[in-house]
């Protein structure tokens, strides 16, 4: 099809359609029934698995390697957008990613202990393939979008993010408790987890018809190719001593999404270990009513910080919903009952997609004037996943050695305070400016 122009309606509604393709994999895979079923697999006194040639705590074991998972995309991710910049075809790369997450979720239908490698490895098929296909998609961000559009579009993507994922989840949730006995519920988790990436696959399709390519400079891809992107994160971190509001937006963004991604991830594994549901069937229903309600209530969190973002700054509001997080973690270290699980639910479902569609466009509204924006966004998306592999280790060798998610949780509060602090750096640098 003819290119679009840059804002036009078609152009950006196919960008934010993507996030309805595959938040179904967050929501299902990540937050929701994956961790359940995950779970499910183990003894309620036995809550040990041996891979690799150790013996893990089954939480620990799964942080480690969804950490492990961020650490190759933190790698390569740099190394594919410079290719991508070369043959100017970014959208081949998050084709390749998304279909590598698709058939990642389709795979985990054979999950099992017994395979217990086989079985991690479409595990780490589905996280890399949804986040690697992220470094891409943001990065058309500012391709598609005016400066002034970018906030509105963004949260525009993430709520239907939620609303898609919400829709998928319910027919799942369906599915699961239609049946009677463990054995039947299982069943029907591993057939949500081949909808999952049905689901991905074939609603992609829509954003890839739009999407711009890129135009291709007919070279081959040599080795200087091939190193090109880190190169070019060399470049732009060279660029930020020139540029101190950027810079310092950047190591606070670091750490407080450190702090954020962790709990995202591990959120399900805490409420289905840590809290008082009282059976099996109460504990599944309720996991999944609280992620119902985080997923609802987030697309009124990013529209209300969306609005706030525009009355009172990006970065006041940044520090807000940074306090709010905070005080979460001391919150959940406390609780113990559904009840209380569900309030922390509520109040994060209120902060999580502000805080994630902010981020990304105040680091997409700080950029400089520059055409190389796969570049910047490849160097925030590295940030941010060695963030996540810092705060995921973290949170797992706590878990393994203490023995309790909730230490875990604790000690993630610093990283919020410390994330407060820079923030205001950032504010005091804007007023300078």
């Not at 492990?68 to 790698?75: A, H, W, Y």
């Not at 919150?331 to 997609?353: H, N, R």
Request: aromatic share 16%.
């Amino acid at each position: 099809m003819a290119t679009l122009q840059k804002g036009s309606k078609k152009l950006l509604n196919a960008w934010a359609f993507y996030d309805w393709a595959n938040s179904v994999y967050t929501l299902t895979i990540a937050s929701s029934i994956f961790p359940i079923f995950y779970s499910a697999l183990f003894i309620s006194e036995i809550k040990q698995v041996t891979a690799f040639g150790f013996e893990f705590k089954s939480t620990a074991l799964i942080t480690f390697v969804t950490a492990f998972t961020f650490l190759v995309v933190s790698i390569l991710s740099p190394i594919l957008s410079g290719i991508a910049d070369y043959v100017g075809n970014k959208k081949a790369f998050m084709k390749f990613f998304c279909y590598t997450g698709g058939l990642g979720c389709i795979g985990l239908y054979w999950f099992s202990l017994e395979n217990i490698h086989l079985s991690l490895l479409f595990y780490f098929m589905g996280l890399i393939g949804y986040w690697g296909s992220l470094v891409f998609y943001n990065s058309y961000l500012p391709d598609i979008a005016f400066p002034e559009q970018q906030d509105r579009i963004s949260a525009k993507g993430f709520s239907l993010g939620y609303v898609g994922s919400v829709i998928l989840l319910l027919i799942n949730l369906g599915m699961v408790m239609s049946q009677e006995n463990g054995a039947d519920k299982m069943l029907m988790m591993r057939w949500s987890f081949v909808m999952v990436g049905v689901w991905w696959i074939l609603f992609s399709q829509y954003t890839f018809y739009v999407l711009p390519k890129g135009a291709s400079s007919g070279q081959r891809v040599t080795k200087n190719v091939l190193f090109n992107g880190l190169k070019e994160l060399k470049q732009v971190w060279f660029a930020l001593k020139q540029d101190l509001r950027l810079k310092r937006y950047l190591i606070a963004f670091f750490v407080f999404s450190m702090a954020v991604q962790t709990i995202m991830l591990v959120a399900v594994y805490f409420g289905e270990e840590e809290i008082a549901w009282g059976d099996a069937d109460a504990k599944t229903q309720g996991l999944i009513v609280s992620i119902l309600v985080i997923q609802l209530l987030a697309i009124i969190g990013a529209v209300i910080t969306s609005r706030a973002s525009s009355k009172f700054g990006n970065i006041k509001t940044l520090i807000v919903v940074n306090f709010i997080w905070m005080f979460l973690c001391i919150y959940a270290y406390f609780m113990e009952t559904p009840v209380q699980f569900y309030i922390a639910a509520s109040c994060v479902g209120l902060v999580m997609g502000g805080i994630q569609s902010l981020a990304r466009s105040t680091y997409s509204k700080f950029l400089p004037e520059t055409e190389d924006t796969t570049s910047y966004f490849s160097f925030y998306d590295v940030a941010e996943k060695i963030g996540i592999v810092i705060g995921m280790g973290i949170f797992a060798t706590i878990d393994q050695i203490t023995g309790s998610m909730r230490n875990s949780i604790l000690f993630l509060v610093t990283f919020f305070l410390v994330g407060i602090v820079l923030l205001f750096r950032v504010l005091k640098q804007q007023k300078l400016e």
